[in-house]
């Protein structure tokens, strides 16, 4: 059974850098692109990037100045940078894998979220 | 930049059916998939290509798409299935992961 953990510090002051962890069991690292999406409180979800094992990346054109989304195969883990964190900055932070289907990709398995905050 | 939209809520009655649409200009020629959000929980994926279902997910759900409209049905709803209900597609043009604004569907 997949799953996937998030891991990080949960308040970030305004101006630095968030750094979090997604943790993968029951799935090797290397087969699949892995995404991170966002939910600031009480509304919708925003798609941020995602990651290949080969290091290819995409992401968000709205992010994209301020986000790095990296892999470390040899611990089944990826990992999101976001810098310059502002109060708008501050969601709910889900990984998840990413099937590369037929003309189309989706989000299969999600981790719990990680709440972060921003303030000083 | 694509842009689908969704009704703010839906509500609907023990037993009853909800249709949950996603629009979007010729969003039938995309391949549509569908989030269940329950309270305080991560997304679970419910319907993938328009109207596949997981393993573990219900007949109830069910989706098509066709034209400016893809909907979401849930059969015989139940007080379970309460939450925020998100379309999503993939924009070949944008290289993005687009979202729906999401749908809250209450169970009277």
């Known amino acids: 059974q997949v799953q996937l953990q998030e891991s990080g510090p949960g308040l970030v002051k305004p101006s630095e850098t968030l750094s979090l962890t997604c943790t993968v069991s029951g799935a090797s690292i290397s087969n699949y692109y892995w995404s991170w999406v966002r939910q600031p409180p009480g509304k919708g979800l925003e798609w941020i990037g995602f990651?290949?094992?080969?290091?290819?990346?995409n992401y968000n054109a709205s992010l994209q100045s301020r986000v790095t989304i990296s892999v470390d195969t040899s611990k089944n883990h990826f990992s999101l940078r976001l810098t310059s964190m502002t109060a708008a900055d501050a969601a709910i932070y889900y990984c998840?894998?990413?099937?590369?289907?037929?003309?189309?990709?989706?989000?299969?398995?999600w981790g719990q979220g990680a709440l972060v905050t921003v303030s000083s | 930049s694509y842009v689908v939209t969704q009704a703010p809520s839906v509500s609907v009655a023990p037993g009853q059916t909800a249709k949950i649409t996603c629009g979007g200009d010729n969003i039938g020629s995309d391949n549509v998939h569908w989030y269940q959000q329950k309270p305080g929980q991560a997304p679970v994926l419910v319907i993938y290509?328009?109207?596949d279902r997981p393993a573990g997910i219900p007949e109830r759900f069910s989706g098509s798409n066709s034209g400016d409209t893809a909907t979401l049905t849930i059969s015989r709803v139940e007080a379970g299935d309460e939450g925020d209900y998100y379309c999503?597609?993939?924009?070949?043009?944008?290289?993005?992961?687009?979202f729906g604004t999401g749908t809250r569907v209450t169970v009277l």
């Open positions: 998840a894998r990413v099937w590369k289907g037929r003309a189309s990709y989706f989000l299969d398995y």
């Open positions: 990651v290949y094992h080969s290091g290819i990346t």
């Open positions: 999503q597609v993939w924009d070949f043009n944008g290289d993005t992961f687009v």
């Open positions: 290509y328009d109207s």
